[in-house]
């Protein structure tokens, strides 16, 4: 079995900065993408950012310029930086990987998700 466990979230004010943490654990071999979504409240769940295996990453045009993501391959774990937040950033972030378990097969996994409310 193979969990994600997510921190970094929180209340900050706008233009703050937040840095969010994705660890995973289990039986795994190797982590190919992994990326950060988000869902505010009555919206769906969007795509915020992914980075592959050779580290070549996408954002989603709402935070290009202000939130990085970065993976810690020895760690399994990825960041999302998160820089001049505003309030219309406020959602439940939650990481994704795409992990090949010892046992064998690729599947995704989700984390729990993690609170990040932007306000004054």
């Known amino acids: 079995q193979v969990q994600l466990v997510e921190s970094g979230g929180g209340l900050v004010q706008p233009g703050g900065s937040l840095r969010l943490s994705c660890a995973a654990s289990?039986?795994?071999?190797?982590?190919?993408?992994v990326g950060w979504y988000r869902q505010a409240p009555g919206k769906q769940r969007e795509l915020v950012a992914t980075i592959g295996g050779g580290a070549s990453a996408n954002y989603a045009d709402s935070v290009k310029g202000r939130f990085t993501i970065s993976r810690d391959n020895a760690k399994n774990t990825v960041y999302l930086q998160m820089n001049s937040l505003k309030p219309e950033d406020t959602a439940v972030y939650y990481c994704t990987m795409y992990v090949l378990r010892r046992s064998g097969g690729w599947s995704d996994y989700w984390g729990q998700g993690t609170q990040v409310t932007v306000s004054s």
């Open positions: 289990g039986s795994i071999l190797t982590i190919g993408a």
